[in-house]
């Protein structure tokens, strides 16, 4: 018989603009804990394996699967890093699963945003060095010709932060990505604007939102453009958390009493890593769910799929995911966040949780976040913000600038 | 769970790269795993990536820069990392991808550039310490391992010589890899003893030398391996374990992660009696003491013996356990994660019979690879085997 996957366990800490009482190993063992208890599992006897979704710079250390197994119950244990979004991790477990080697896999992805003091820059490491480092602006060299000017202990980096100012931010590849979806689509700006509205909104009922806000379209019309047209509040801010979820076979689920959520399909995509030779259209979230959508034997998503949470660290990503994604044409998903179609009490309701642009953008977290919340709303745990009667629904998440690189996640109710 | 067969595997040259970037390595492994498979990109379902340190090439998401290289456009593509356990956890990757029955063909790509990292790769370990409890110290990992090397030698009491002999072993090994950065016909002990010292107990010798390279394997269903090769090669057993990160609680003499590691491996392929029932290992060595540490991880020896095995001749080529018959790391060269080549690509090439002038003698039916990472607490484990 084919073994199915389901999520037993899920757990998080609260979300944070700033956690200077914080250290990511405290965060990684609270949402881990908590997610353990959730399953009634005991992490050294019960789970077979553990996955950490982290990048190296964003954490801030080479090899960072280093740091990871004492706090989350892996110590000789079999235990790895997956460099991606966190539902590259579930997709991971799930094939572990299917492996028939183990029965319940834990899958961790945490944000220390706020330890990062030049995000920006750090971002800018992930472009190719010759060919697109160098479109956000000036950057110092140290002498590649004879010996270092400075001492080996502490070299100059080769982005410094003092320089910062002079250089464009890389969130300059969103302004061009939302002014080529807008005059593409027809989309307006008011439209995108929207979203955020919708969103923000939607976090009041999330008690771990961090940036919930009573905005009107207006507002976020007149907050300053950084990268025209995206605005200030088309931006999610950062925030820090940790995110862990406990997926095991169907038998282990009803051994352990818990009314299983199943992780019934999963994908992801990558396009080109070039900027300049890469389509705008989210092909990578089309991509992952055509996948996604085949493993869970759906044919029809705007009929089989209930509830939505997209990536919209930038307000326009969550239309132009919703197009990519088959939930509207192009041009018409700026309509439906205009006709409420996309509120909690909407025909498909999208970011209930407030999403990125309500909770916080968490970095390799995000598609952890985004599942958590369809987790949760398909248990109906959901409160205030619950959906009633949603049998499947899906999370989708994007690696972020620069990359074209994204996942989706289907879970359905059992 | 499905059957996972090797269909194909590609290896390029080790050694400093100044004209070819980290996705061109990728690029030209990947061509020559393709080749020697007989399939094309369209025939891949799914790619991994495997590399190590972002901070070799001072690239924020190393895995996407990569991708290009590695097939990776368009399809579903994936990076796993645990430093220098890469080489064989990559691997591993690609089995899960098939024998989940989520892809039926998987190409797994390694790739390290650490000439890319100035004035010397050894500056990105800078950042792999604790910030608080390790780096006042200013560690280095010649020092770190000169530390786990000493303690080897003095619970067994076992001498410089005698771990001079694996270095002498794997770099006359290495003659004929046409890959090979430092193969030497005419090593001596002597030369390793003589070689100019670290760290104390390492020499230079006793060290693999950083390298720019690429590897790359390809892995198919059983269900679908009629359509490419006559050949016959599965993953018999995979496993990996971590121990914790805290090294200094641990007694460094014995990596019980490994044996953990090996044990996952031996009981999914049925092994009860490693050192008889495999016809060849090939360990980690990125220094000469690491492949005696990881022979007795691995049982397939007793603890302390491993240094006699190589100075009896038994884990020579053609002698009762070969270990290492690629040249290792040692031989070969040390691009972390590209290591993958002369493991579990030479393991592979090996049984098939591909070995050229490094094949083992006497048909053999089943192999095993190994590497290591992290901070001395990552073992990943590999065996392939012979089936039909």
Not at chain 1, 30 to 38: G, T
């Amino acid at each position: 018989m084919t073994r199915k996957v389901c999520v037993i366990g899920i757990g998080h800490t609260d979300f944070n603009s700033i956690t200077p009482d914080m250290q990511w190993k405290d965060f990684m063992y609270e949402a881990c804990n908590k997610a353990y208890v959730d399953a009634g599992v005991d992490p050294r006897k019960d789970v077979n394996s553990f996955i950490t979704c982290a990048e190296d710079y964003w954490e801030g250390f080479s090899i960072f699967d280093e740091f990871v197994p004492d706090q989350i119950g892996a110590v000789l244990r079999p235990c790895c890093t997956v460099c991606g979004d966190g539902i590259y991790g579930l997709g991971t477990a799930y094939m572990q699963i299917m492996t028939e080697m183990f029965d319940m896999v834990a899958v961790e992805a945490h944000s220390k945003a706020s330890d990062l003091l030049t995000y920006g820059d750090v971002m800018l490491h992930a472009f190719d060095p010759i060919f697109e480092k160098p479109v956000s602006g000036p950057v110092e060299r140290p002498n590649y010709g004879g010996s270092p000017s400075y001492p080996a202990e502490s070299p100059k980096p080769l982005i410094g932060s003092s320089d910062e100012e002079e250089r464009v931010h890389p969130y300059f590849v969103a302004g061009l990505e939302m002014q080529n979806y807008l005059t593409k689509t027809k989309t307006s700006e008011e439209q995108c604007a929207a979203v955020v509205v919708k969103n923000k909104k939607n976090a009041f009922w999330n008690p771990y939102a961090d940036y919930e806000l009573k905005i009107t379209i207006e507002d976020v019309m007149k907050s300053e453009y950084l990268f025209k047209p995206v605005k200030k509040l088309d931006i999610s801010p950062n925030v820090d958390g940790a995110i862990c979820f406990v997926l095991a076979t169907e038998e282990k689920a009803k051994e352990l009493g818990i009314e299983p959520i199943y992780l019934s399909g999963f994908g992801w995509n990558s396009e080109t890593p070039w900027l300049g030779t890469r389509g705008l259209d989210a092909d990578y979230a089309k991509k992952s769910a055509q996948m996604a959508y085949k493993m869970a034997g759906i044919t029809d998503p705007k009929k089989e799929i209930n509830i939505l949470e997209i990536d919209d660290r930038f307000s326009f990503k969550e239309l132009q995911h919703l197009e990519a994604l088959g939930f509207a044409d192009p041009g018409e998903a700026g309509k439906m966040v205009e006709e409420g179609t996309l509120d909690i009490k909407g025909s498909l309701p999208t970011n209930m949780s407030g999403g990125s642009l309500g909770v916080g953008n968490c970095l390799e977290a995000t598609g952890l976040q985004k599942s958590l919340e369809i987790v949760t709303q398909l248990r109906g745990h959901a409160a205030k913000r619950q959906v009633p009667n949603a049998e499947v629904g899906l999370a989708q998440a994007w690696r972020g600038i620069p990359s074209g690189s994204g996942a989706v996640a289907i879970f359905r109710r059992g | 769970m499905k059957e996972v067969a090797v269909i194909g595997a590609g290896m390029t040259l080790f050694r400093r790269h100044l004209k070819e970037t980290g996705k061109e390595l990728s690029y030209l492994a990947t061509k020559m795993a393709l080749e020697e498979a007989g399939i094309e990109k369209k025939d891949i379902d799914m790619v991994v990536m495997g590399t190590a340190p972002d901070a070799f090439d001072g690239t924020h998401m190393k895995g996407e820069y990569l991708l290009d290289g590695a097939a990776g456009v368009g399809l579903p593509y994936c990076r796993v990392f645990n430093g220098g356990g890469t080489g064989v956890f990559a691997p591993i990757a690609g089995w899960w991808h098939v024998a989940s029955g989520v892809a039926d063909v998987c190409l797994v790509v390694a790739e390290e550039k650490m000439g890319n990292c100035y004035p010397h790769p050894q500056t990105a370990f800078q950042h792999i310490w604790d910030p608080i409890l390790d780096r006042p110290l200013t560690p280095n990992l010649v020092w770190l391992f000169a530390m786990e090397m000493n303690r080897y030698m003095t619970v067994h009491g076992i001498k410089e010589e005698d771990i001079a002999e694996v270095a002498v072993k794997n770099k006359r090994n290495a003659v004929g890899h046409p890959c090979a950065q430092l193969a030497d016909p005419n090593i001596t002990v002597e030369d390793v003893m003589n070689s100019e010292m670290m760290a104390w107990p390492v020499k230079r010798l006793d060290i693999s030398p950083p390298s720019d390279g690429a590897a790359a394997l390809i892995f198919c269903s059983k269900d679908v391996v009629h359509k490419y090769t006559d050949d016959r090669i599965f993953v018999k057993g995979v496993g990996w374990n971590i121990d914790s990160t805290m090294w200094t609680n641990r007694d460094l003499y014995f990596p019980d992660y490994v044996a953990n590691a090996a044990k996952m491996a031996y009981k999914k392929a049925g092994i009860t009696n490693p050192p008889k029932e495999l016809s060849f290992a090939e360990p980690y060595d990125p220094f000469d003491y690491k492949e005696c540490h990881h022979m007795e991880g691995l049982l397939l020896c007793e603890k302390g013996e491993a240094p006699t095995l190589a100075r009896e001749g038994v884990t020579q080529r053609d002698g009762d356990l070969p270990i290492c018959p690629s040249g290792g790391l040692l031989g070969v060269g040390n691009p972390i994660a590209a290591t993958m080549g002369q493991k579990m690509c030479e393991v592979y090439w090996q049984l098939a019979g591909k070995a050229g002038k490094r094949q083992v003698p006497n048909d053999p039916q089943m192999g095993l690879g190994q590497a290591w990472g992290d901070i001395m607490q990552m073992a990943t484990v590999m065996i392939l085997g012979r089936g039909s």
